[in-house]
């Protein structure tokens, strides 16, 4: 199995089957698919009655590809997962946006490598300088990008939760389960 099925398998595990909270500003899913992305990628269907491997297929082409996956884990499965899970719990671009800034932080001035534009879409500049990154940081680096990651992930969703009072009814279970610093 290639690291796409099996971070899209994870990801559909954590997500569940169908869900429509009112409360939830992502309305009506089915395995982490919003109705909104499912009619965007072709699905006319009820959502409760999605097909799994229609899922797959969206989670796959919208959020592992989008953000360069397949680049990524060539020098990190772990960060490529991450990746994949914030993109599809927070959107692709604050997904590249969260690695991008990471990476110019830890840059050292840009002594190590150069600064990227934060414009949340990690193309072959942003996969550069994570591969200098972990070449010179080393199995470390890569344990303190993922605080990092997930640093900024838990402090997005703060943010969220701080913004609209209605996503503090989930702000408990995002961080106990998307937030991860081990």
Request: aromatic residues 6%; glycine residues 12%; contains cysteine.
């Amino acid at each position: 199995m290639s690291l796409k099925a099996d971070v899209v398998a994870a990801i559909i595990a954590r997500e569940g089957g169908y869900s429509n909270n009112p409360a939830d500003s992502g309305g009506e899913t089915m395995y982490g698919v919003t109705a909104g992305v499912a009619r965007a990628n072709g699905y006319t269907g009820p959502m409760r009655d999605m097909p799994r491997a229609t899922a797959e297929r969206i989670l796959g082409s919208q959020y592992c590809d989008v953000i360069a996956l397949d680049q990524l884990e060539g020098l990190s499965a772990p960060i490529a997962a991450e990746m994949a899970d914030t993109a599809v719990n927070m959107g692709p671009a604050v997904a590249g946006r969260f690695l991008q800034r990471a990476l110019n932080v830890f840059n050292k001035g840009g002594t190590l490598y150069a600064d990227l534009a934060v414009d949340g879409k990690p193309g072959a500049r942003t996969v550069a300088a994570l591969r200098s990154f972990l070449l010179l940081r080393g199995k470390d680096g890569e344990g303190v990008m993922l605080k990092a990651l997930n640093a900024l992930q838990g402090a997005r969703y703060i943010e969220l939760a701080e913004a609209r009072e209605k996503d503090e009814a989930f702000v408990y279970g995002w961080i106990a389960n998307r937030v991860s610093l081990d």
